[in-house]
């Protein structure tokens, strides 16, 4: 066995640089997709956006990692809730982004390598270190006694000149008078400049010739350094023209090099100082040659050791880059995993619904296999055939087999809330709801943490949003306290009556008074309920007109709902179209809502800018049920409808002109009513240019869309 293998071999059984340091949070899975809050509860169809704090098959695979990593003890987080007002609030704890879980994870055990300090926009591997890397040479600089004070002063000078990664340097003269210290660092700062030109053959060729130079800490560091220049000019020697790397095209002989450079490393210097660093980027090297299983069994090694003076595993980077570089990858074959960390990722990923004809789901049979490598976590194992058997085989009730029986007094890690979660699933699947109910009121009741509680009052919201029971969502006794679920009540669920109520509820906050009565005149005036309307009307606040989402208005007002759209001062269409005030008009229609140029000014106001929000909420969500009675007003009904009286006059000229106008200019309806034939808007268009030639809207018309 060569002497590299050796090393190798050596690696993975005794002592790695954080593989992490390649890659920026910006470009983890989930950063081009657009996530909305919901309250929908995944089932096992994919998800970056609805995740839960449990082990699932829907969730991403970096957030189950993370729930691993830190039932494991080596990474700690805080998932991001917003701290705004309930009216600007997106997300709370639960469900959460996978983005939100990933941004606030860290190391809860310490890593060996010192984190370096990435310069921004950094997606260079070999950019990483030009901030830290200036460091370092200055203070080397500033403690050698062989330097003068004018050499140091030009060497500290130069390197401080390379500090952007974009643009070319330019090579430094190297002054022959130089004591033969000064000459070798500024050597080593030529090989510096050509690292970060990306000219790594001529990186390579200065680090090579200061590996035998007598200064100690040049001496390693160019030993150090010639590890990730071969690395990086191996990388570059197998990408494409747009950037892409082509595993086939990789330069063989470099990545012999990149090996060749660790193995003499640690051969020099097995406790030094860029020890860890060099290990971590072992399994780069890995990566790049394709050895997967070695890449896998120095993943396990890392996970296994986590005192030892090598360990570098780097959150929040680690599970991007384990999902990346094992589980995506195409070279993954499930014969290399043995450890139930990497099984159970893979076994959760492979219960997800198939939405690709590349999606596979693991056998019943497969799954059994592995029993021999959970001998350690058998209580994991447990959890995994009882997910198998829930979501894949529909075995709601053979599944609770696998699962503990016994109700625990507290949760103490991520697999027993799992545990909890699933058997409260398969419950609800039972149709039992009141038993599920108070399943989930019992698992609040045990929760401590801001995720266990969150976890609960998710599963708990639609219970209560379908009673419309409003005291657990106001007031100092209510269960559910996430400000993101208490909106979506208010704003998606709650009735006629619940709103009114908590309006005038003395134990609700001026914040939750606010969300229910504008979204009470939103929805009563959207489905025409004007007495209703012109009730709540009067419980707005005198200020109203400082409610509104313009950038100028002081921030207060401006994170509170936008009161101001409801002081709409009406509009003159016409000589004879003339709409008053929304106050005055609404309390028209709630004496003859069938007026048709009542109805009509109420189209007038749908048109402003102050009631596109009215449109917004109004739509009911897919996990919503329609809260409102009526009928929902479509503007597009009202044109219509005056058309169909065949009165010829201005109100019947304006009604045909905004009736095509429904259609401008893309052919969409843009008027909430049911689509006509573009058959039927050529007669309307006919109509208008026949009947009311000299009017403005005639004249304007150039097509009917």
Known sequence: MSYQKKFIHSALLTSSIPFGIFFSMQSHAGMDIYCEPSTLIQTNAYTACDELPALTPANDNQTNMLLLLSDLGFAKFNIHEDKSTLWRTSYSKVPFEVSSIMSTSSNKLPNARKPLKTPDLSFNEHCNSIQNGAQAFI?????????????????????????????KLTLLSVNPNWSVSARQYASYLNATISFYNANFSTATKIYSVLTNVDQPWLKETSQYMLIRSALNEAYQSGLGEYGDLDHDKLNQSLLTNFFNNITQYFKLYPQGQYAASARGLLRRGFWLSGKHDLLINEYVWQINNPKSSVYNLELPNLPYELDRHVFQSKRLNVKNLKDPFFLTIYDLMHMRKIQSSDDIVISWAELNAQKNYFKDAPELFQYLQANHLFYVQNKAQEALKYLPQRAPSSINSYLQLSQLLLKGRILEASGQNHATQQYWENLLSISKTAEQRGLAELMLYRHYAQQQSTAQFIGSSAKIKQAYL??????????????????KNNAATQDQKNVALYTLLNKSLAYQNFDLFNQAYTELPTNAAQFNSEQNTAEKYRYQPPFANFLWKGITVSNSIKCPDLATLTKQLQANPKDLSLQLCLGEYARSSQAYSMVDLSYQSDDSPQSFKGRYFARGDVYKNIIKTGTKSELTAYALYRAIQCYAPSGNNECQDKDVSKSVRKQWFDQIKRDYPETSWAKSLKYYW
């Open 139 to 167: 203070e080397q600089v500033k403690k050698n006694s062989k330097l003068s004070s004018s050499e140091k002063d030009t060497l500290i000078r130069e390197r401080q000149k390379i500090n952007d990664c974009d643009n």
């Open 486 to 503: 208490q909106q979506q009540y208010l704003v998606e669920v709650a009735n006629e009556q619940s709103l009114v109520s908590v309006v």
